[in-house]
């Protein structure tokens, strides 16, 4: 422990100090003060109280002067803190900003938000929920705990009940249980929430309003993300059926086969066609072929996995795609869809209107790499269908001659 041996104030006392020592043993100084003596007598004047009260406002007024200047220094040592504070999270927050500023999907985000928000919440336990009750996905949690998504959730759930009633200055955050909580939105629209740990109080003004800051920039992306998200859907899916277009089929297709030929897994084909469409649509009208059309598409995804690829190939024929299916499994399947599409009743003007299908059934050979060539084998496994009579299901024999190698 360091002892002071002098003060803030003690140089005033020194300076009397000295001044006594100087009228005690300087002769001139001490002749000073006799001939003031003799003028306050001669002129009845009080000469040297008056220097005295001079001498103490001249003190006083250098000590307020001086406690002026320290009160000025000291606002412009805590403006500057707080301008160096600012500047920081300005840094931060652009940081962020350029990191989200090119993400046009889910992964991407996630690994911008694991990037930065951990910076911004002091690296304290945080997470991030998008959506509500059973759209609720946790895609950040710091945590690693299991039970922290059930509690992220209801908390999730209670911030935003909270934030339509009006909450306000959401910008500090809202206090749910052990957790700080931030609501993202864009235009006006609640995405999700930012959950940050605030059992201890510890997140002070500051840091609420840069978790703010940083709840804003995510609603931002995670509306990019949506738009981006819904315009490549439709860029790439048939509005109609909801099945996707024949080129993305394709793509998908080559993709597929890539993926075989590596792993040596199964791949098939299941292409089918609706039997006598052209003579459904001039009894019904296209509104009523349309209509057909989507209940089939509805169908489709319905039975089939998550994994299967469906597709309208055009008109009403449909390709669906099977990875790691053999040709077995894939008669089984398209079996399934035959009976399925004949059990459709689709309700158009008051009538119930019912179709059946032709379906054709290929698989991939080893070293096949062709979509166009697996999709035609399938093809003509269709129209072989249609032609032992329709509503049925027949396979394609695999080529005759051996595919070539690519080099």
Known sequence: MRVRLSGEHD?????????????????????????????????????????????????????????????????????????????????????????????LNEDAMRAALWRHLPLLAGRGELWVGLGESARFTLIVETTGQAAVTSVAEECSRNVLAARANGTPDPSLGIVEGRYR??????????????????????????????????????????????????????????????????????????GELRRTRRTRSPLSVVMLDIDGFKTINDRVGHLGGDEILSNIGARLKH??????????????????????????????????????????EVMIEGTIVRVTASVGVASAVPEELDPNGLVGRADRALYAAKDAGRNTVRAAEPPEYPLRRAS
């Open 303 to 344: 039975v089939l996995r998550s994994s299967d690829v469906r597709g309208r190939f055009g008109g009403d024929e449909f390709v669906i795609v099977l990875p790691d299916t053999p040709a077995a499994g894939a008669a089984y399947v398209a079996e399934a869809l035959r009976r399925e599409i004949e059990s459709l």
């Open 181 to 254: 909580c931030f609501v993202i939105e864009a235009i006006g629209r609640p995405l999700g929430v930012i959950g940050v740990c605030d059992e201890n109080g510890t997140i002070g003004e500051r840091s609420s309003r840069l978790l703010g800051a940083a709840a804003a920039l995510v609603g931002i992306a995670v509306r990019n993300v949506q738009l981006f998200t819904e315009t490549r859907r439709n860029a790439l899916t048939d509005s109609l059926t909801q099945c996707f277009n024949r080129g993305h089929i394709i793509q998908v297709l080559e």
């Open 11 to 103: 140089a005033l006392l020194l300076a009397g100090f000295a001044l006594a020592l100087l009228t005690i043993f300087d002769q001139t100084l001490g002749h000073v003060l006799q001939f003031a003596s003799e003028m306050e007598a001669a002129y009845h004047v009080r000469l040297l109280p008056a220097l005295v009260v001079l001498v103490a406002m001249l003190i006083v007024h250098l000590h307020a002067r001086r406690q002026e200047m320290k009160a000025r220094a000291s606002a412009a040592a805590a403006e500057a803190r707080v301008a160096e504070e600012r500047a920081v999270d300005l840094e931060l927050l652009a940081a962020f900003g350029r990191a989200l500023t090119g993400v």
